[in-house]
């Protein structure tokens, strides 16, 4: 074992345990590290050999670090720093300063892109929910699809004098929402109904109707599915004729409104409140991500690097999410 140093110690006999300190405990206990290790380490190839080159970082300590970068919403250098100036993060990714220093920011780059290059965020994204689903935490009988749009940064900073465009069809693009015009990519997500765990998630540019991912946001074994007024027709598409599924669509608010008063309006508004009222476990991915996890704006350049990063952020989120919904069955 190795002798615990003076900070450490120091560290370790304050009175106050810090925020901080609390979710690395409680994300400690939540992730299935185990899990995650047996299934990425086929594909985590460092120079072992050690003829040349840097000395190889366990798979573990750099899986920490790329958690801790999504959590707190950091870029490659800042993450390298935060964990030089915090204590709870150097014991949580397992660095003592005494005998080795924090592996720099090309490391951790280095690691992500082999996550994106290999789709392993993908993978962390699937074992995760495999290890919720084994202790009961998802259910296979709902579905909720939503949407919500990642802004991206309007530079036109590139040597083309354009946006976020590639050969071909372009990567971002703007798209109009109520009054407002918007500038970016959009998260799909298919959650479940009883839980609201996220099985689901494309990515796509932000002027992709949300009616059009709907058949990549179901599992298949579903018996009824909810959407918001989005997503009208969608019983109606091609790909949904031959299910042995219901759909429940919120009505537009414009045909609600014309709607004469009486009984039957009063019906159809309180069945549109159950919906509701159903549909509103989605918005809690949404929260985690956008809110706690504070990515509101993409990171990278790209549609294909940014949705391997969202399957990592709501593969993480729904540890969060089934911590408050049972506690002792998501540890």
């Known amino acids: ?12 006999a304050k009175k106050k345990t810090t925020r901080r300190e609390r979710f690395l405990a409680e994300m400690e206990q939540a992730v299935p590290w185990s899990r995650l290790l047996k299934a990425l380490s086929p594909y985590y190839y460092p120079d072992s050999r050690g003829k040349r080159g840097r000395p190889p970082i366990p798979l573990k300590r750099i899986l920490r670090m790329y958690f801790v970068q999504q ?11 935060a964990i030089y100036d915090s204590q709870a993060l150097r014991n949580f990714v397992g660095i003592d300063l005494a005998v080795e220093s924090v592996p ?8 992500r892109h082999l996550l994106e290059k290999q789709a392993l965020t993908q993978v962390i994204f699937e074992q995760i929910n495999g290890h919720l689903a084994d202790r009961g935490m ?4 709902g579905t909720i699809v939503d949407a919500t749009i990642i802004a991206a940064p309007p530079s036109t900073k590139n040597k083309a004098k354009a946006r976020d ?16 015009w918007y500038f970016g990519m959009k998260a799909h997500i298919g959650t479940d109904a009883d839980s609201g765990l996220v099985h689901s998630l494309t990515g796509t540019a932000a002027n992709v109707a949300d009616i059009t991912e709907s058949e ?10 909810y959407a918001d ?22 009505e537009k608010r414009g045909k609600l409104k014309k709607m004469a008063e009486g009984p039957r309006k009063n019906l159809v508004t309180q069945f549109e409140r159950a919906k509701a009222q159903i549909r509103a476990k989605v918005e809690h991915p949404f929260h985690v991500i956008k809110n706690l996890f504070r990515h509101r704006k993409v990171r990278y350049r790209g549609l294909l690097k940014n949705t391997a990063q969202l399957f990592t952020l709501f593969a993480l989120g729904n540890l969060i999410l089934a911590r408050r919904i049972n506690p002792s069955q998501s540890a």
Do not use: C
């Open 1 to 12: 074992m190795m002798q615990t140093s003076f900070a450490q110690a120091e560290f370790a």
């Open 71 to 81: 959590w707190y919403a950091l870029s490659d250098e800042a993450l390298e720093d």
């Open 104 to 111: 720099d920011a090309t490391t951790l780059l280095k690691f």
């Open 138 to 141: 998802l259910m296979r009988e």
């Open 165 to 180: 465009r590639i050969v071909g069809p372009p990567e971002m693009h703007q798209t109009r929402k109520g009054n407002e």
């Open 216 to 225: 990549h946001l179901l599992h298949g074994d579903e018996t009824e599915a």
């Open 229 to 250: 007024a989005g997503y009208t027709g969608v019983a109606k598409r091609d790909e949904f004729k031959d299910k042995n599924f219901t759909w429940h669509v919120a």
